[in-house]
Nanobody, 118 residues
Framework: VQLVESGGGLVQSGGSLRLSCAAS????????MGWYRQAPGKQRELVAA???????NYKDSAKGRFTISRDNAKNTVYLQMNSLKPEDTAVYYC?????????????WGQGTQVTISS
C-alpha cells in the first residue's frame, strides 16, 4: 500500500491549504484514514481521522478550522485547513489503518511540509 501526500507549502497566518492523500488501492480497504502531524522536537499527533463509514474525529485545536473528507471514487482523503496559525507548522502525514485478526495494520505516507508564517 502506498499513500502519497500533496498540497503542503508555505502560507501566511490566516491562510488556507488543502492536503491530499492518494492511496494505491481502494480506501474502502481501510477502517480509518487520518492525518497526523509532527513539529520539530515534538511527538507525532493525530489531527483528524475519518472512518470507512464517514465518522470524523478532530484534535481540539483543529475543530472548526480543519475538515477531513474522502473521495472514494478517487481513493483520496483530503484535509482542508483554514485559519491557519504558526503553531500548525509541521510535517503532515497521511495514515491508514486496517483491523486484522491479529491486530491493527498501519500505513504511512512520506509526509508533506506545512509552514505557516506569522
Amino acid at each position: 500500500v502506498q499513500l502519497v501526500e500533496s498540497g503542503g507549502g508555505l502560507v501566511q497566518s490566516g491562510g488556507s491549504l488543502r492536503l491530499s492523500c492518494a492511496a494505491s488501492e481502494s480506501i474502502f480497504n481501510f477502517n480509518t484514514m487520518g492525518w497526523y502531524r509532527q513539529a520539530p522536537g515534538k511527538q507525532r499527533e493525530l489531527v483528524a481521522a475519518i472512518t470507512s463509514g464517514g465518522h470524523t474525529n478532530y484534535k481540539d485545536s483543529a475543530k472548526g478550522r480543519f475538515t477531513i473528507s474522502r473521495d472514494n471514487a478517487k481513493n483520496t482523503v483530503y484535509l482542508q485547513m483554514n485559519s491557519l496559525k504558526p503553531e500548525d507548522t509541521a510535517v503532515y502525514y497521511c495514515n491508514a489503518e486496517t483491523i486484522r485478526v491479529w491486530g491493527t495494520q498501519t500505513y504511512w505516507g512520506q509526509g508533506t511540509q506545512v509552514t505557516i508564517s506569522s
